[in-house]
């Protein structure tokens, strides 16, 4: 009986249908990425200092610049480690009596104004930013600071709770309700978010905006990825993820054009209703005859058939999963720990998610917000170069393996890199991005490839739960403690304790790096193994991948005596 595989292979595995549908989907991808990384240009925090009335009319009264204005009136760096006083602390002096002059103020008042005391800003904050950010706007800062890195985290949380929530509904009824459901509800949320009034509301669609939103990308990545056949499907997995890119790059952009945060959500929010012509892409075929709903399934191949300009073959109706099942198949938690192999790929696959996270996040150099981001995004375009290079050559493991390697060894590179040296952590952060980026462009692909079709969007939602566990810590590891020491969320994620001497650094600079690409190795590869269509499938993976080889080779073998014959003794994968 035919297969999915074995139909795409006679009319098209990449067509005019094919592609048209990945057009559409790819806008998915980078309609993500304002959400994903959003915190950055939606929370930033300027240089600011305490607003002081009488130190303002003081200024305009004695015709200071805004930098005498600063000498004489705001305090300085305190010692390190201390909160800092020059942005949440003001001197408590009564700006407004006669005495004060214009020379020197403080003069008269102390012979050193480190002895003047010093209070909290009664009156609100100065921000030295021409533009606005949820931090400006509702005073996030100093005490208040930890605040900012829970937007990201309620965002996060969202991602987390998603994964449970629309990985099932993804299996359980579609990918393309699951698309279109959360499509209406990423818009809705995000408008909301750009309007509300209060910091809890923004905290809550906040949170409503990211439980739809990553639904929304691992659904149509899925559904992408089971459109075409197995020549392609490595190719549009990763361009589906380059076009996440393209976003990064263009949310930077409209970035530098809105430097208002309510405007820059609201322009990349409301445009996500026009997505709602995904309409016109169909249900995938694969999930179809997963849920014995076969008379479907065959019409929409007939359909791709007839969009690649091809005809339906003759044996259409018998369409069928690779190993037919009896009985519809309900996606379940607990199935993607019913096998042993199932149960190890799961557990590597949540950590090599939550590695990927956590170093994407903390290779951060902080200096110039918007071309250190920029140069960011850039560099993750030659990791796909990188993963096209290689995936067909080397296959999954190795490249996954040695990218781990790197993030990790560039985050903790960034350590010992000066403040001075800005081009050098500058270099040291894009190499590491550009690492880490082949980490999560090639654990995604390799989590669609190891589960069946009737779990595997619930696979792919529930591994990388763990990127957004570590999401939800991040943040407040990334933006609150380089207040402390620029370099500090880079030793705790390497676990890397203070007290340590330098010279005892380099064993551990690999550390998490080094684990996670041992751990990779014992995936099973998934180079040239068509998609695991039942859990029988995905357990035999890897003896099915040994058995193939030895197949072709014996093929190969046996027809060299007879060369005028050769070609037809191969099947259609074995003559690619």
């Known amino acids: 009986m035919p297969t999915v595989d074995s139909v795409l292979e006679e009319v098209g595995e990449f067509g005019w249908f094919q592609k048209q549908a990945f057009l559409v989907l790819c806008l998915l991808s980078a309609s993500f990425a304002p959400i994903y990384v959003g915190i950055v240009f939606l929370g930033f925090t300027p240089e600011h200092r305490c607003r002081s009335p009488g130190a303002a009319a003081l200024s305009r009264r004695c015709g200071w610049s805004p930098a005498e204005e600063l000498n004489f009136t705001v305090p300085g760096p305190g010692p390190w480690g201390e909160a800092f006083p020059r942005q949440c602390r003001h001197y408590e002096v009564d700006w407004n009596q006669s005495g004060l002059g214009c020379a020197d103020p403080l003069a008269g008042l102390a012979a050193n104004r480190s002895h003047l005391p010093l209070g909290p800003c009664r009156h609100g904050w100065v921000y030295d930013t021409p533009g606005s950010s949820i931090v400006t706007e509702f005073n996030l ?99 589906y993820q380059v076009a996440f890119t393209v976003g990064l790059v263009l949310f930077c952009g409209l970035a530098c054009v809105l430097p208002h945060w309510r405007e820059l959500q609201l322009v990349v929010s409301a445009p996500l209703l026009l997505l709602l012509y995904c309409w016109c892409v169909p ?33 259409l109706k018998m369409l069928s999963l ?158 609150r403690l380089i207040e402390v020491w620029e370099s500090l969320p880079l030793v705790l994620f390497g676990k890397i304790s203070q007290d340590l001497d330098r010279s005892s650094f380099q064993p551990i600079l690999a550390a998490l790096g080094l684990v996670a690409g041992g751990v990779t190795l014992l995936l099973p590869e998934t180079k040239g193994v068509t998609l695991p269509e039942t859990v029988e499938d995905a357990e035999n993976l890897r003896r099915k991948a040994k058995s193939k080889e030895n197949k072709i080779y014996l093929q190969v073998q046996t027809a060299i005596p007879q060369a005028p014959q050769r070609g037809a003794s191969l099947g259609p994968e074995e003559q690619r």
């Open 322 to 479: 690779e190993e037919d099942v009896t009985g519809k198949l309900s996606p379940a938690l607990a199935d993607l720990f019913r096998t042993p192999q199932l149960r190890k790929n799961t557990c590597i696959l949540m950590y090599l998610w939550f590695t990927s996270s956590v170093l994407y996040q903390g290779l951060n150099t902080g200096t110039n917000l918007h071309l250190d981001f920029l140069y960011s995004a850039l560099m993750e375009f030659p990791a796909a170069f990188i993963i096209l290079a290689t995936i067909d050559r080397v296959g999954r493991l190795y490249p996954l393996a040695a990218s781990n390697l790197v993030g990790g060894a560039a985050c903790f590179a960034m350590i010992f890199v000066s403040r001075d040296l800005h081009w050098v952590s500058i270099a040291a952060a894009c190499v590491g991005r550009v690492g880490i980026t082949v980490v999560i462009q090639m654990v995604c692909l390799v989590n669609a490839e190891l589960y069946p079709t009737f779990i595997r969007n619930l696979g792919v939602m529930v591994c990388s739960s763990l990127c957004d566990l570590g999401g939800i810590v991040t943040p407040f590891l990334v933006f």
């Open 141 to 239: 800062v100093c005490e208040d600071s930890w605040k900012a890195g829970l937007f990201q985290s309620c965002m996060n949380v969202g991602f987390f709770l998603g994964s449970l929530v629309i990985g099932y509904i993804a299996d359980r009824f579609g990918r393309k309700l699951c698309l279109l459901a959360t499509i209406v509800v990423g818009a809705v949320s995000g408008i909301l978010t750009a309007v509300t009034p209060d910091y809890t509301s923004l905290l809550l669609f906040r949170m409503l905006q990211g439980l739809v939103s990553k639904g929304r990308w691992t659904a149509g990545y899925t559904l992408i990825t089971e459109f075409v056949g197995l020549g392609y499907r490595r190719t549009v997995g990763i361009l």
């Open 283 to 315: 249900e995938s075929p694969r999930w179809l005859l997963s849920q014995k709903r076969n008379t479907e399934a065959v019409k929409i191949m007939a359909r791709i058939a007839r969009k690649n300009g091809s005809q339906p073959p003759a044996d």
